[in-house]
């Protein structure tokens, strides 16, 4: 199973930093892209845990993918 670790999001939704997980590697880094930024599909976002329903929020495209997003 694929390591995660603690990450704050800024949600523009709430406006305010929220928790959620990223994805790492092997070593426990975060994986990031060639120019050393963080991959928007690699997060997952923890609000109200994990429950948050605002789906226009891009986060929650990449992780909740279906009809409605």
Do not use: W
């Not at 704050?8 to 939704?13: A, E, H, S, T, V």
């Not at 997980?21 to 991959?39: H, I, K, M, S």
């Not at 994990?50 to 986060?59: F, I, K, P, S």
Request: charged fraction near 25%.
């Amino acid at each position: 199973m694929a390591k995660r670790k603690p990450i704050l999001i800024g949600c523009p939704q709430h406006g305010k930093l929220v928790r959620g997980t990223y994805l790492c590697d092997d070593a426990g880094d975060y994986r990031l892209g060639p120019d050393g930024q963080f991959l928007v599909e690699l997060v997952e976002c923890g609000h109200d845990g994990g429950r948050c329903m605002q789906t226009l929020y891009v986060l929650h495209r990449y992780n909740r993918r279906s009809d409605g997003s």
